[in-house]
Structures are given as C-alpha cells and as structure tokens.
T-cell receptor
C-alpha cells in the first residue's frame, strides 16, 4: 500500500529565508508525486508534480522539488520565502494521479 | 475558466436529515473524487469515479453515497448525516495520469 509522511506539522521561517518541506513516501515502484498548497479558506492548488524524467522539478510560485529514489523522498524547496507563501502544504503519492494518497500536511508560518 | 464548482460553501444541518453536496467540472475530465479534510488527518478519499456510471470506494466511504450520471457532475449524498461527518469536503477532478487534481473551493459541513 502507498503512504506518505510529512514529518513536520509546523514550519516557521522568516521572510526571505530559504525553505525546505520534507516528504517521504512508501510505494513499490516509481510513483507519481505531487505537492499541493492550500491557502486559508481555499481549495488545494497543484504546485508541481513528478512521474518520470528529470528528478528536479520546477513548479509555480518559485517552488521546486527533488525526487530522490534512494531516500524515498520528494522534498519541496524555495530559495526565498514571501509572506504570501504562508499556507498548508500537502505532499501526495499515487500509482496514478486519480487515486493519490495525501500526507497530513505541513503548516508554513512566515515571520516578517 | 477551468474550474470545479461545489455547492453549498457552508451548510449546517441536523442529524438524520438527508443532504446533497453538488460538484460540477467544466474541463471534460473523466476522473472525479471526493475528499474530506479533518484537522491532523489531512485529506482522506471518500469515493472516486473513473467515468460515467463507474464509481468506487475510497478510504472512508461509510455514511456516504455518490452517483455519476453525467461526466461533469459528481454529487455527494449523505442520507442520514451524523455529527462525526462534520468536516470540510472537497471535490476534485483530473484529466488522467500525471495531471494532478483540480480542487473545488470546499464545503464546510456541520451536523448538529
């Protein structure tokens, strides 16, 4: 069975600092991997996805993620965080994009 | 604009009173899904549908029904709601493998 772990429930960073959100997955083959962002009162928005090819994936809003098969990880990064990045971030894994399993989310707090 | 539309956004109801949350997408997507989001538990899939008249249970289907009579619509039915179904519900659709989901804005349901 597939599963996703986001080890950090909350992450606090200062505006302008770099960010890394961790995601570890369990899946028998090369999975489809996704990061979503949820702003307060909103639905989830797809940031980026990976299913083959270059292991460093670029997404929207200046985010990127790197797939590391040896570590079963798909960490999300951003070089310089803006106050508007404060939100809940979800990692998801699936055999296909239509039956993904979501992590429990990481809440990002940005200090001015 | 490509979107998933859910209605209503907010609903307060009493135990046992049947209700339907509507979901419609305008992207001609085959795959649609319902999730519930609870604090500390992330998103859990209730039901999904791979095409018209094809639906299947997700991780937490008890107490819910769905139907897919048309490609664009995927209503969620609670025939006898109970307080443990108080939650934030999301409908989502995807065009298929590797595309990721497009989410609706959510329905906050309170059952008293």
């Amino acid at each position: 069975a597939q599963s996703v772990t986001q080890p950090d429930i909350h992450i606090t960073v200062s505006e302008g600092a770099s960010l890394e959100l961790r995601c570890n997955y369990s899946y028998g083959a090369t999975p489809y991997l996704f990061w979503y962002v949820q702003s307060p009162g909103q639905g989830l928005q797809l940031l980026l996805k990976y299913f083959s090819g270059d292991t460093l994936v670029q997404g929207i809003k200046g985010f990127e993620a790197e797939f590391k098969r040896s570590q079963s990880s798909f960490n999300l990064r951003k070089p310089s965080v803006h106050w508007s990045d404060a939100a809940e971030y979800f990692c998801a894994v699936g055999a296909g994009s239509y039956i993904p399993t979501f992590g429990r989310g990481t809440s990002l707090i940005v200090h001015p | 604009e490509a979107q998933v539309t859910q209605n209503p956004r907010y609903l307060i109801t009493v135990t046992g009173k049947k209700l339907t949350v509507t979901c419609s997408q305008n992207m001609n997507h085959e795959y649609m899904s319902w999730y519930r989001q609870d604090p500390g538990l992330g998103l859990r899939q209730i039901y999904y549908s791979m095409n018209v008249e094809v639906t299947d249970k997700g991780d937490v289907p008890e107490g819910y029904k769905v139907s897919r009579k048309e490609k664009r619509n995927f209503p969620l039915i609670l025939e006898s709601p109970s307080p443990n179904q108080t939650s934030l519900y999301f409908c989502a659709s995807t065009g298929g493998q590797g595309y990721g989901y497009t989410f609706g804005s959510g329905t906050r349901l309170t059952v008293v």
